[in-house]
């Protein structure tokens, strides 16, 4: 992996963004329009994953960007805002946006800060002994949480695995239509996962 060019964006323009995302199947409706929206720098302790695994290979990929965007002076943990990413082989850039964190309150009361996009660089962050800069985000409405619960055991529930075998239980979804609650990152960024040109930002 060689990066080739770095293009920096203040936490401004990254909130600003985020305001504008829209959901995946409903491109009306803007999740994080009227939520309160900060970056924090939060311990693993307190976040909460709602995904049963990590992959071998997307942690070594993960922590090969991060050791080359030191290179450009940049701390994927600490990125204070958001980088666009352009890949040596690649086409298109990548935006990076610090792991993506929801504040949810579940049906026994308990306020759990769910991690929405970005784990495994929470994970490797875990690994690293590193306290993370995420996107925290409060004040979801109530009819659009996160698709997923949280893993009630926590991290200890969390297995790194080279693939994925049939029947693997990779999240506990909170409806049957779960797909109806994703939120549309690409709708205000521009290939945020990976470059995916069918993700590309909409007008």
Do not use: M
């Given at each position: 992996m060689k990066i080739l060019k770095v293009e920096n964006f203040s936490a401004q323009q990254l909130i600003e963004n985020l305001k504008n995302i829209t959901m995946l199947h409903a491109p009306e409706i803007h999740p994080?329009?009227?939520v309160f929206i900060s970056?924090?720098?939060i311990s693993i302790d307190y976040l909460h994953p709602a995904?049963?695994?990590?992959?071998?290979?997307?942690?070594?990929?993960?922590?090969?960007?991060r050791w080359e965007l030191r290179n450009h002076n940049i701390d994927i943990f600490n990125l204070n805002g958001?980088?666009?990413?352009?890949?040596?082989?690649?086409?298109e850039p990548i935006d990076l946006l610090p792991p993506v964190v929801e504040e949810s309150i579940e049906k026994d009361g308990r306020v759990v800060n769910i991690i929405n996009d970005g784990m495994h660089r929470v994970f490797l962050s875990r690994l690293e002994w590193v306290i993370p800069q995420v996107?925290?985000?409060r004040?979801?409405?109530k009819d659009l949480?996160?698709?997923a619960y949280p893993i009630p055991e926590g991290w200890d529930k969390v297995d790194i695995v080279e693939d994925l075998p049939e029947g693997f239980l990779k999240k506990w979804?909170?409806?049957?239509?779960?797909?109806?609650?994703y939120r549309n990152f690409n709708s205000a960024f521009e290939n945020v996962g990976g470059p995916r040109g069918h993700n590309a930002k909409k007008s």
């Open positions: 994080y329009k009227d970056l924090e720098n995904q049963y695994y990590v992959l071998h290979k997307e942690l070594d990929k993960v922590r090969n960007l958001y980088v666009k990413i352009w890949l040596e082989g690649e086409e996107v925290f985000v004040g979801i409405p949480p996160y698709y979804h909170r409806i049957e239509k779960y797909k109806t609650l």
